[in-house]
């Protein structure tokens, strides 16, 4: 089972996006029968079977095993991922495309659409490391423009330094917002 499914496909997205099909995913995470599923659900089992066949239609779950039940094969059926994420650019761009700075929310949100993607098409196999890293910064707003380019001057050192042809290739996102008054 993969780690992640990225859904750039409309038909996958429309499999997915349906409440009861989502709770039949949900009970796939291990492999189960129709029968047992729509008994968890409290749903008859040609319905969950109709909602699996779609999700095995669109490559979400897939087929494990059958056994042998009362005279009949049973299949047992298990989610092809423990998570899905859709693309953004399933909705494709709405309006004209802007010129974007490096400063701008759209440069922010095309940068996270790319990583998003390059992290669901890794493979988990090699061993080769990652890192994610994760803090808060508090900067006066007079000094904001010295922190930014004290950013991009550290970055730009970190890739004249790495920045040679041997060795693993390493892809660094770095992403500098604001924090909403959400939290």
């Given at each position: 089972m993969k780690d992640v499914l990225y859904l750039d496909d409309l038909e996958q997205a429309e499999a997915?996006?349906?409440?009861?099909?989502?709770e039949v995913l949900r009970q796939l995470a291990e492999?189960?029968?129709?029968?047992?599923?729509?008994?968890?659900?409290?749903q008859t089992p040609q319905r969950v079977y109709y909602h699996v066949k779609r999700l095995v239609d669109a490559g979400l779950v897939r087929q494990v095993a059958e056994r042998r039940v009362r005279g009949i094969n049973e299949g047992l059926y298990q989610a092809t991922?423990?998570?899905?994420?859709?693309?953004?650019?399933?909705?494709?761009r709405i309006g004209d495309r802007r010129v974007r700075d490096a400063l701008s929310l759209g440069?922010?949100?095309?940068?996270?659409?790319?990583?998003?993607?390059?992290?669901a098409a890794l493979d988990p196999a090699p061993e080769l490391p990652s890192l994610g890293v994760s803090g808060e910064i508090r900067v006066a707003p007079e000094r904001r423009q010295e922190f930014l380019d004290d950013l991009r001057d550290t970055l730009?050192?970190?890739?004249?330094?790495?920045?040679?042809?041997?060795g693993d290739a390493f892809k660094l996102a770095l992403a500098c917002y604001p924090r909403s008054g959400r939290d």
């Open positions: 997915l996006l349906k409440p009861q099909r989502v492999p189960h029968s129709c029968t047992e599923v729509a008994g968890v659900l409290d991922a423990h998570s899905y994420w859709l693309s953004p650019g399933l909705v494709g440069h922010l949100l095309d940068l996270m659409e790319e990583v998003q993607h390059d992290v730009q050192s970190l890739f004249s330094r790495y920045g040679g042809a041997e």
